[in-house]
Nanobody, 115 residues
Framework: QVQLVESGGGFVPSGGSLRLSCAAS????????MSWYRQAPGKERELVAT????????LYADSVKGRFTISRDNTNHVCYLQMNSLKPEDTAVYYC????????WGQGTQVTVSS
């Protein structure tokens, strides 16, 4: 059974930084790409970043490019999202998801950026 536990969210001022973590289990972590999504109140869930199974390739939404960095630790089965220069529009619940399991979601972690 796929399990995803996101952590690291919080309340930060505009311009601040946070590092999100996603602890994954129940599947062969090193064989799946990993993605971070976010959902703001009243908006649809959107893809933020994706990293390949080896960690060698990553893609970012235009809105976070240059500010966010996705990475992974295949030994410990953890995916990270380093978020710098945070803006109020980054406020959302952030979720991680393995790319090979389209319907597996964790509980998410709340990120709130004050203006």
């Amino acid at each position: 059974q796929v399990q995803l536990v996101e952590s690291g969210g919080g309340f930060v001022p505009s311009g601040g930084s946070l590092r999100l973590s996603c602890a994954a289990s129940g599947f062969t972590f090193s064989l799946s790409g990993m993605s971070w999504y976010r959902q703001a109140p009243g908006k649809e869930r959107e893809l933020v970043a994706t990293i390949s199974d080896t960690g060698m390739n990553a893609l970012y939404a235009d809105s976070v490019k240059g500010r966010f960095t996705i990475s992974r630790d295949n030994t410990n089965h953890v995916c990270y999202l380093q978020m710098n220069s945070l803006k109020p529009e980054d406020t959302a619940v952030y979720y991680c998801k393995p790319t090979i399991f389209p319907n597996s979601w964790g509980q998410g972690t709340q990120v709130t950026v004050s203006s």
